[in-house]
């Protein structure tokens, strides 16, 4: 779905189909979704950091994310969900009712109506989530847990 291109490449794709735009970036990358007229672009900082994929079959979206941006794309192309990022995103997980988008210093939850339902800070860093008994739950590096109502 993702394939490598070059700046003057990414400069070629109409400013609408431009998903995921950051400023000084260095690499540089085409989405082509199955349903969409043309491919999308993305754009990001980090030479070391490839975009986070998660698919909701359910709903028929593709949640897309690097650096500090997060976008829900419709796989005929309609952008159903962006957001710039406090910080670094880590992880998309997909769950029946929602996505969780998690980063380096804050978690976010989005319906599947492309509502945001909770954006909280994190103490630490976190190195998972998971949901049970109506909680999210975010496993922090430090060994500890920090749990928040769906």
């Known amino acids: 779905m993702i394939t490598a291109i070059t700046e003057a490449e990414f400069n070629g794709i109409d400013p609408a189909n431009r998903v995921i735009v950051h400023d000084y970036p260095r690499r540089f990358a085409r989405l082509q979704l199955p349903h969409a007229a043309s ?3 993305m754009c990001w900082r980090s030479d070391m950091i490839e975009p986070t994929l998660a698919q909701d079959k359910k709903s028929s979206v593709l949640w897309v994310g690097v650096d500090q941006r997060l ?3 419709a796989l005929d192309g309609g952008i159903r969900f962006s957001m710039a990022l406090a910080s670094s995103l880590l992880q998309i ?3 029946a009712e929602f996505a969780v988008a998690l980063c380096e210093s804050q978690i976010l939850v989005i319906n599947q109506d492309s509502s945001l339902r909770r954006m ?3 103490p630490d860093i976190p190195d998972g989530v998971d949901v049970q008994d109506g909680k999210i739950i975010i496993m922090l590096l430090d060994g500890g847990s920090r749990s928040f109502p769906i």
Do not use: S
């Open 120 to 122: 909280d800070d994190l």
């Open 71 to 73: 976008v829900c794309v």
């Open 39 to 41: 491919p999308l672009g």
């Open 93 to 95: 997980k997909i769950y």
